[in-house]
């Protein structure tokens, strides 16, 4: 069955959105600034093509944090790069998933096709900082970026008020008896 929904994807929209993420490749890396933009683009490009079994993960939760020091100058020629992909081939990209989205949830087997595609249409308007890995992989740094946030947010609460665990009754609530 992967291998007919593969197919099926591919016909019905993955093969044109695929294209659709080549050419913007193709015309950010023109660019210095694109470069980033064109290895997402490649990247997204065969998440869309075949996106079963396989997910994007954001790069600060594989490794925990940006392999290549920016300067502040770097920064916004990056962000100014992304907002340009928005503007012009992410908007296009995230109506073209919505659509298909859309046509792949009108039946009970495209169902999960269809989720893949709004998935896909959020990732089109921001692709940078993504890494394509198989579904099982990308679970693991989500799980761990989830624990740590979750320290932290614990950890701020803490130092404002006393944390109270979950088997630990409230002072005030007392048993009557």
């Known amino acids: ?28 890396s023109l660019t210095a600034v694109g470069r980033p933009l064109t290895r997402a683009a490649v990247e997204m490009a065969g998440l869309s093509i075949s996106p079963q079994g396989r997910d994007a993960v954001h790069i600060r939760d ?9 300067t502040a100058l770097a920064r916004i020629l ?6 340009l992909w928005m503007l012009t081939f992410g908007l296009v990209l995230s109506a073209a998933y919505l ?3 859309v046509l ?14 709004f998935k896909l ?9 993504r890494r394509v890995v198989a579904t099982d992989l990308a679970t693991v740094p989500r799980q761990q970026a989830a624990v740590e946030r979750f320290a932290r947010h614990r950890y701020y609460k803490g130092n404002q008020a006393k944390v109270r665990t979950p088997s ?8 009557a008896p």
């Open 78 to 83: 990056g962000l100014a790069a992304c907002t």
């Open 62 to 70: 594989l490794g925990g944090q940006d392999p290549v020091p920016t």
């Open 121 to 129: 249409a959020a990732l089109s308007l921001w692709p940078v900082g």
């Open 99 to 101: 659509a298909l989205g």
């Open 168 to 175: 630990q009754p409230p002072a005030n609530n007392r048993l």
């Open 1 to 28: 069955m992967h291998f007919a929904g593969s197919v099926i994807w591919f016909v019905l929209g993955g093969g044109w959105t695929a294209l659709l993420w080549l050419v913007g490749a193709a015309i950010f």
């Open 104 to 117: 792949c949830c009108l039946t009970v087997r495209g169902l999960p096709l269809g989720r893949k595609c």
